[in-house]
Each structure stands twice: as C-alpha cells, then as structure tokens.
C-alpha cells in the first residue's frame, strides 16, 4: 500500500509502498477513502523535520532537555546511539481520515467489514491505504455524510471539545481568535448551539470565508475598527467567552481574549499560544477564568482507553473523544456543520508531495482544507519476502526480527548483523518494518510474522516485542524448527513459561536464550572468576536506582506485566550466574506509600536464597534522584569484596589492597556473540534451559510474596503440571496474537 513517510533526520518526505499493518485484539483495520492535512499541525511537524540540527533544536527545546538529560545519566556514547536512533527513523503523518472496515478484532463487535467509519489518532489514523486503529478511535459513518466530509471528524472533536470547554449558553456572545481550519468549525459548531459568534483572524482571506460560513461576523485583527465592531456586537458588555484557535508565538490574541471578555468571562486555549497571563489590568480586576482544552476529550493520552479499549461510563464521562467524534458525525449528518467551504484541494495519494508543497509554503497558495484521496485498492498483503533458495544451514545464522523498537535498533540488530544473515524484519506497522528493514539492510521487511515461521530459509528467530507476546512468539518460533533469542522476560505467566518448556523439550534440536546481558558483561565475568577461587557461600547487595515510571507507560499496563517480572528477572539472573547456584526461596516486601502515581511494588527489597547457601538482597528504587547511578553491586564471599559500579567501574577488594577494573558495556554485544557463536559451532545455548525457567519462576514468586506477605518456595517441579497441561493443548491458541 501507499503511505506518506518522512524521514526526521533529513526531512525528506515521499509516498512510499509500505506493508499494510497487522490488525492486533482491540483494533480495527481501515482501507481509508480519504485522509485531511491538517494544515496547522503538519506544518509544524514537517517544517520541523526538515531544519537543520541546529534548527529542531530550536524548534523543540524539550527534546534538547531529554538530550542533555540522557548525558549526565548515561554518557556520550549511549546519548549518541539513542538521538542517532530517533533521527533515522521514517516518520508516519496525518491522524484524521475516513475509509470502510476491512477486519475487526474489536472487543466489543461494533465494526464488521464494509462499515464506513471515520478515523482518529496520531500513528493510527495516517495518510495511508490500509491503517489499524484502536476501537475507541472509530466511529459509524451514515450513507447520508461523505466520507470525504467525514474525514474531518478528529479535528471537529477537538473543536467540539474547545466548544465543550467553554460551556457556552443559548445565546451567549462567543469570540474565536484564529479563523484556520479549527477555528472554522469551532464558528460553525458554536453557531450550531444558538451562540453569537465573532470571528477574529490575521488574514483577509479567512475573515470573508467565515463572514459568509461560520461566524455572524468577523474582522481582521489589524482593522482599525475592530475594537468598536466587537463592542457593537456584544451592546459593549463584553464577551461571555472567547476561544483561541489560533497557532502563534505572539501573547497577543491572550491580551485580547482578556481585553473583550465580560468581567467573570472565561478564556478556552485550543491552539499552540504561550501563555504569559498578564495579572493586570484584566484578569485580576475581571476575575477571568483559563482553561485548556485537551486535544479530542477524555480518554486522550491515556493508554487503558486508547490502547486497551476500556470505555469510560457513560453517565459519568458523558463526552469523551469518541462520543465527540460521534457527535461531529451527527452534526454533518443534520447539515448543522458544512465542511465543504473549507475543502480547498484534494489530491490522490500519489500526488501527496504536491499538497505539502502547499502546506510547508514552497508552493504560494491559499489553502485551508486539503483532502487525500484514495483511490486506489491497496493490496492488504505485507510485502514478499525476496525469492530465496534452499533450507537455511543449521550452522549458519539466518536472522529475522519480529519487533524492531528502539531498544533492539541499539542493542540487537546491530550486533546480530556482525554474526550472521538479516533477512527479515517483521513489525506491527507497515512504515516502522520498511524503516528498519532499510537502515539495517535487512533483504525483506513485513507486518506478517507468520511468513517468517513458515521461511525455511531462516533458522534464528529474534523476538523484541512488548512482553505479554513474547512467550507466545517463542513457542511458535521453536514449533517452527526456528532458534530462538527473545527479550526478557521469557514470559509473564506461569502457563506460558510452561507452554515454552514443553515446547522446548520436544524441540531439542532448537536453542532458546532470553536476553539476559548483564551476566555478559565483562566486569560481571571478571567477577564471576574471582569467587569461582572462592569455596564457601556469597553475599551479594544488588541496589537498583530504576527511576520513576508512569503508570499509564506500557511496561507498567498488561501489555508489559510491571517493573518486577520486567526487569527484576536482569538481576535474579545475574545473581544465579555470580552464585553459581540456583534459587531456593525468595521473600519480598514493598513501601506502603498509598501514591497512585508510584505502584508500591516499584520500590522493593527482595531476598533471595541459593541452593550452595548464597544469600542475595535486591533494593529496586523508583523513588531515588535520576542522576544517582542506576546499579551498585557488592560480593561478599571468602574474605573477598567485588563492586560493580553501573557496568563502569569495577572494584576488587583481596589480601588488603584495592584494584581498580575499568570496563564498559553491560554485555549486549557479548551475548549476542555467545549466542550466534553457539549456533555456527552446533552448541548449547549460552544459559541453561533451568536457569532461564528459574529466573521466570523467581520473579512470579516475589509477586506471590508481595500479594501474600510470606516467603515463596522456587522450584522447577512448580511447572511440572502446567507443563504436562500445556503439552494436551496445541498452540493456534499462542498463534492468534502473533500480528499483536
């Protein structure tokens, strides 16, 4: 299918062939008829993408913040790799459009295939054949609305919202300051709701076209009689609101919101204006009231409504951002809310270059609306694999990805490019595998990971997915003959971890490693080699300055199953692995903070012990200072001391002296090598089958621990039925969330 992408790092925008998305549970895939620009929003975006260096500094001074943040914590190198990731990736725009329903994995059965529908959200609903948007971002299109008018439907929620800030009453004397496009509908929505409606614009050309659509009347704000026709329009008692719509660096329409508003009037911020209230000599004396209106509604940014599907009550949030856009639909279907002024241009898909031309100002020329059509039926396949020959050599690395974030763009492709064949990269969204599989080089990139389970050709399968699919993918990847690396953690279920091993014990012939670094590195090696001189019992401090984590972020949702099975499962390794031994019992304990921003469990203390009489403790801190390092080990073991400083620096404490370890990495590269080097040499993965399992098994008992307040048993004989139940059950069940 086709897709506009741009790349950040230079700016180049272009239409692209891209694979057509994968559909996951909770979302819906869209064949889009027509997609809006969004004049306003693009243009910045764009015109960001294209300046120099120099120039996106400027343009986003936040991002610079993060920059220089990501510096003082973790150094120039990581700094570098992590900016140079962000910049070469293709960006995807739009997030407004219209289409008919292709498939629907939707929780609740609303959508079935050939329902018109209109579309919103940045990253869903972009200029594209074929998109997946999540449930509560489509809404029903009527045979009475267009689907060209109905791709207005997001930016006309967002003005409803604007609308709904404001609260305005039958009658009521409403200012809009910025008559763009958003501006406009706001006019025609406040219109539509028996307000008086004065519209206030730079531009000569947007004052007549509201004058003659949207508002009762409208000046230029450097007319010379403005201040006059606003007092005349009001009977000179002032403004019961104004809404700003316009985009400016400017205070002014602020000053001027407060200068025309009735004393107790309210101000309603839709469009990108600093805000510097001058206390005097409106707001104070008027007793003025500032809101701001959030892009669509309730449910915007938040992850459980947008993502997961949830619907907040409808006699409690009686608008959220798609009961707006539900009401938009209704408004073009009653012919309350005429978009068809506003549409200036319409370009086909393949003509798109021609649009932004307009939009960014290379090409001079009035715009407002500007629609792309598609007419063409985009093919709904993922791109094919390039033809490839015979069955891949058991000894020689033939790689795809399923999943390719930022993290596996770092710290895993990279170094798997240096031991082996890339050949296919499998991602959810179509412009991400074309990214990727480009930078890389990877020989074919698609949205479908079935096609790399059923390519004879590959035999080494890496799985960098969000965590609840990651046992499902490896099951399904060693059923298929494949190797398999997959990111931590193995699994966030006892059943999968069961489903997992008993795959594994049928598929000998395969190697499973999950991608536990930390014991790779050198100065954890260099340690390892130190007590392994040692007979007797470690005693290992394991503090983890992890920081704090929103809650809303994925990690902390079902998707990611929390920090403890997240990344907790890192140092219950490498406490295995510096112990040489396995883990016995565990015992966990959290803070009773009662803060809903900061789950307890996310500042915890662990206690672990090993079977040899190893005992280790783990402090996981999300409450700490940022710049503090993230992670301190000390080994105690045979009148010997060992201390890790972040991966950095090592310290070696024997015989009374003090030698200093320098060494960087915290082993990314190394286990990959292992890994890969295992494969070419016909040996067994790098970490033991029961080790892996007990990581797993440790972290879902400190769960146990902190939901029970008592010390949980670690045994692989816990799994032994779960993994006898998991051999009667075949694994279509793991297949169905394979696009997921």
């Known amino acids: 299918m086709k897709q506009i992408i741009q790349n950040f790092k230079t700016g180049e925008l272009s239409v692209a062939e891209v694979a057509s998305p994968a559909l996951a549970s909770g979302f819906v895939l869209v064949r889009n008829h027509y997609s809006l620009i969004s004049a306003g929003t693009e243009r910045s975006t764009v015109s960001t993408a294209q300046a120099s260096l120099l120039g996106k500094a400027r343009q986003r001074p936040d991002l610079v913040r993060q920059v220089l943040d990501s510096f003082r914590k973790d150094g120039f190198s990581e700094t570098v790799k992590r900016v140079r990731t962000k910049l070469e990736t293709l960006k995807e725009l739009g997030y407004s459009s219209a289409g008919t329903v292709l498939a629907s994995l939707g929780t609740r059965g609303r959508f079935q295939p050939g329902d018109r529908v209109a579309c919103g959200g940045a990253g869903y609903a972009s200029h594209a054949g074929i998109i997946t948007v999540p449930q509560n971002l489509v809404v029903k299109v009527p045979h009475a609305v267009g689907l060209d008018a109905a791709a207005f439907t997001t930016v006309g929620a967002i003005a409803m919202q604007g609308v709904r800030q404001a609260n305005p009453r039958l009658g009521e004397f409403v200012c809009v300051i910025g008559l763009g496009l958003l501006g406009e509908i706001t006019a025609q929505i406040l219109r539509a709701n028996g307000c008086q409606v004065f519209g206030v614009d730079t531009a000569e050309s947007m004052v007549a076209l509201a004058a003659e659509h949207s508002c009762h009347a409208a000046r230029t704000r450097s007319d010379t009689g403005l201040e006059s026709a606003l007092a005349a329009f009001t009977g000179g008692h002032g403004f019961d609101s104004v809404i700003i719509t316009a985009a400016t660096q400017s205070t002014d329409p602020v000053e001027l919101a407060s200068a025309i508003l009735r004393q107790k009037g309210a101000i309603v911020i839709v469009g990108a204006v600093p805000m510097n209230i001058p206390r005097e000599p409106h707001f104070y004396k008027k007793e003025l009231e500032l809101k701001i209106s959030c ?193 931590k953690p193995l699994a966030i279920h006892q059943d999968e971890l069961a489903k997992v091993l008993e795959v594994v014990s049928r598929r000998s012939d395969c190697r499973l490693m999950v991608g536990y670094n930390r014991r790779f590195s050198p100065l954890a090696r260099h340690a390892r080699e130190v007590f392994q001189r040692v007979s007797g019992p470690l005693l290992i401090n394991y503090r983890i300055n992890a920081g704090f984590l929103p809650t809303e972020h994925w990690t902390q949702t079902e998707q990611g199953g929390g920090r ?177």
Not at 601 to 629: E, H, M, P, W
């Open 564 to 740: 403890i099975l997240g990344e907790v499962c890192h140092f219950v390794d490498l406490m295995q692995f510096l112990t040489g031994s396995e883990p016995v019992s565990v015992y966990a304990t959290s803070v009773a903070a009662n803060n809903a921003q900061m789950p307890d469990q996310d500042n915890v203390t662990i206690s672990l012990r090993f079977q040899n009489g190893s005992v280790g403790q783990i402090a996981y801190v999300a409450c700490g200072d940022k710049l503090l390092s993230k992670e301190r080990i000390e080994i105690f073991g045979g009148g010997q001391t060992f201390i890790i400083d972040d991966f950095k620096v090592g310290e070696h404490y024997a015989d009374g002296s003090r030698r200093a370890v320098k060494s960087q990495g915290k082993g990314y590269q190394e286990e990959v090598k292992a890994f890969l080097r295992a494969i070419r040499e016909g040996r067994p993965s790098p970490i033991p089958l029961d080790s892996l399992a007990l990581t797993s098994l440790t972290t879902l008992a400190i769960m146990d621990s902190l939901r029970t307040g008592l010390p949980q048993a670690v045994s692989l004989v816990s799994i032994d039925q779960s993994s006898h139940e998991a051999s009667l059950a075949g694994s279509d069940a793991a297949m169905t969330s394979l696009t997921s």
């Open 295 to 487: 892009s669509y509604g309730p449910g915007r940014y938040d992850s459980t409504y947008e993502e997961q599907g949830r619907d907040y009550p409808y006699g409690y949030v009686r608008w959220t951002e798609s009961r707006n856009m539900e009401a938009f639909v209704k408004l073009l279907e009653n012919r309350s809310v005429d978009v068809q002024p506003l549409v200036t241009h319409v370009f086909e898909i393949e003509d798109a270059e021609k649009a932004y031309d307009i939009v960014t100002g290379k090409v001079p020329e009035r715009h407002l609306g500007i629609l792309l059509k598609y007419s063409e039926v985009p093919a709904t396949q993922a791109i094919e694999p390039m033809p490839r020959a015979a069955d891949a050599s058991p000894d020689k690395p033939c790689i795809a990805f399923i999943g390719a974030g930022s993290f596996a763009q770092k710290f895993l492709i990279p170094y798997a490019r240096q031991g082996g064949d890339l050949l296919s990269v499998v991602t959810t969204r179509g412009v991400t595998a074309k990214s990727v599989g480009e930078k890389f080089r990877f020989q074919s990139h698609s949205t479908d990971a079935h096609r790399i389970l059923a390519d004879r050709t590959i035999n080494t399968v890496f799985i960098a997915t969000r965590h609840d699919t990651h046992a499902a993918f490896a099951a399904a990847a060693l059923e298929a003959g494949k190797n398999v690396f997959v990111e």
